[in-house]
T-cell receptor
Framework: DTAVSQTPKYLVTQMGNDKSIKCEQNLGHDTMYWYKQDSKKFLKIMFS???????INETVPNRFSPKSPDKAHLNLHINSLELGDSAVYFCASSQAGVGGGTGELFFGEGSRLTVL | AQSVTQLDSQVPVFEEAPVELRCNYSSSVSVYLFWYVQYPNQGLQLLLK??????LVKGINGFEAEFNKSQTSFHLRKPSVHISDTAEYFCAVTDYGQNFVFGPGTRLSVLP
C-alpha cells in the first residue's frame, strides 16, 4: 500500500500543451509538497500546502498552479508547457510542527515530464 | 533561512572500503537534519535523521551520521560499502516548520 503515490509516472508532451500530475498520500499527514528535480539532480521546492492552505510558494512561473482539494491530495497543473519544464516532479508529505510527527518527508516515486 | 552544502558532487570508492559524504549547513535557528538516498529512477528514501539527543545517529543499510553543532556539519559514514550503495545522497535541513532545504547531492559510485 503506497504511502505517497503520484500519477502519471512518465509524461511526454509537446510544447504549449497543458498537463496535470496528481498526488495522494494515505499517511494522514497535514502538509504536502511539490519538488522539482532538474537534470543535475538538484531538488527545489515549488509549493507546500498545510491542510489545503498554501504556505510555501517559491518563485515559480504562473503557469504552474497547485490545487489541494483535501489534505490527502495535492495536484499540479502546468499550462503552456516549455522545454525548460522538463524535469522530474516529486510529491512529498510530512507531519511537521507542534503536535507530533518527526517532520521527515515521505516522497512519491516521481513523475518524469519530457517536453518536446 | 537555511542552506546546505555538500562539497563533493561525486565520490568514487571501491567495494568494502569506508566512505564519508560531507554535509555542512547554515541556519540562524535550531535545525533538524536528514540524509536521504535516491536510487536510479526512484524517489527519495530516508536513511537517517537527527532531531535531538545523541549526536551519533544510526540509520538503515549500515549508515551512520554525526551531528556537530560547532562545525555545523552532519557527515554521513559507512565502514564498508557495497555495490548496491551506488546512488545519489542528499543532506537536508528543516527548522521543523514546513520548509525543507536540500543540498545539491553527492553521487556515490561503488566500484568492484
Amino acid at each position: 500500500d503506497t504511502a505517497v503515490s503520484q500519477t502519471p509516472k512518465y509524461l511526454v508532451t509537446q510544447m504549449g500543451n497543458d498537463k496535470s500530475i496528481k498526488c495522494e498520500q494515505n499517511l494522514g499527514h497535514d502538509t504536502m509538497y511539490w519538488y522539482k528535480q532538474d537534470s543535475k539532480k538538484f531538488l527545489k521546492i515549488m509549493f507546500s500546502y498545510n491542510n489545503k492552505e498554501l504556505i510555501i510558494n517559491e518563485t515559480v512561473p504562473n503557469r504552474f498552479s497547485p490545487k489541494s482539494p483535501d489534505k490527502a491530495h495535492l495536484n499540479l497543473h502546468i499550462n503552456s508547457l516549455e522545454l525548460g519544464d522538463s524535469a522530474v516532479y516529486f510529491c512529498a508529505s510530512s507531519q511537521a510542527g507542534v503536535g507530533g510527527g518527526t517532520g521527515e518527508l515521505f516522497f512519491g516515486e516521481g513523475s518524469r515530464l519530457t517536453v518536446l | 533561512a537555511q542552506s546546505v552544502t555538500q562539497l563533493d558532487s561525486q565520490v568514487p570508492v571501491f567495494e568494502e572500503a569506508p566512505v564519508e559524504l560531507r554535509c555542512n549547513y547554515s541556519s540562524s535557528v535550531s535545525v533538524y537534519l536528514f540524509w536521504y538516498v535516491q536510487y536510479p529512477n526512484q524517489g527519495l528514501q530516508l536513511l537517517l535523521k537527527y532531531l535531538s539527543g545523541s549526536t551519533l545517529v544510526k540509520g538503515i543499510n549500515g549508515f551512520e551520521a554525526e551531528f556537530n553543532k560547532s562545525q555545523t556539519s552532519f557527515h554521513l559514514r559507512k565502514p564498508s560499502v557495497h555495490i548496491s550503495d551506488t546512488a545519489e545522497y542528499f543532506c537536508a535541513v528543516t527548522d521543523y516548520g514546513q520548509n525543507f532545504v536540500f543540498g545539491p547531492g553527492t553521487r556515490l559510485s561503488v566500484l568492484p
